[in-house]
């Protein structure tokens, strides 16, 4: 099992908690961006780089996972293709994206996608909070339990 970030929009703290578990369950994890990134020295973390341009990272992370993945992903589209393949997907607020509500989640996001193409001023998300933090750690911790006493 590999866990697969999505690097370019996760917040600091989001990829902080990330570190943090890869080295204590022993478990290796991705950042794919199209930029380089700071993480720790791990013999668990690497960092992929690919070209700049809209979804090059989602495409990566979606063809070179395995069914049983985890993605950390804000981007709809790559939770929806990880689901296809039998992998995970988590958003860094702690929402698990599950086959149930990837598809309602797609179609909202095509929707305002939709209006923001019309001209519509839809705004955007919340501030990320510590309450997002607190509950994307107790969700990712809780995932690693389940996924890990499998192995």
């Not at 960092?47 to 070179?64: K, M, R, S």
């Not at 996608?113 to 994307?136: K, S, W, Y």
């Amino acid at each position: 099992m590999r866990i697969w970030v999505d690097a370019d929009a996760c917040p600091k703290v989001i990829k902080e908690i990330l570190f943090r578990a890869a080295d204590r369950v022993r478990i290796a994890l991705t950042l794919v961006a199209n930029a380089k990134l700071q993480h720790p020295k791990s013999e668990y973390i690497n960092a992929v780089i690919v070209a700049a341009g809209p979804d090059v990272a989602d495409d990566y992370i979606v063809d070179h996972a395995k069914a049983g993945d985890l993605a950390i992903t804000a981007d709809i589209p790559l939770a929806a293709g990880m689901i296809e393949k039998g992998s995970f997907a988590l958003n860094p607020r702690g929402e698990m994206y599950t086959s149930d509500n990837v598809r309602g989640a797609l179609s909202m996001r095509n929707f305002m996608d939709n209006l923001r193409g019309e001209g519509v001023v839809t705004g955007g998300p919340a501030a990320f909070g510590a309450a997002d933090r607190q509950r994307f750690a107790n969700q990712l911790d809780s995932f690693l339990a389940r996924h890990l006493r499998a192995r």
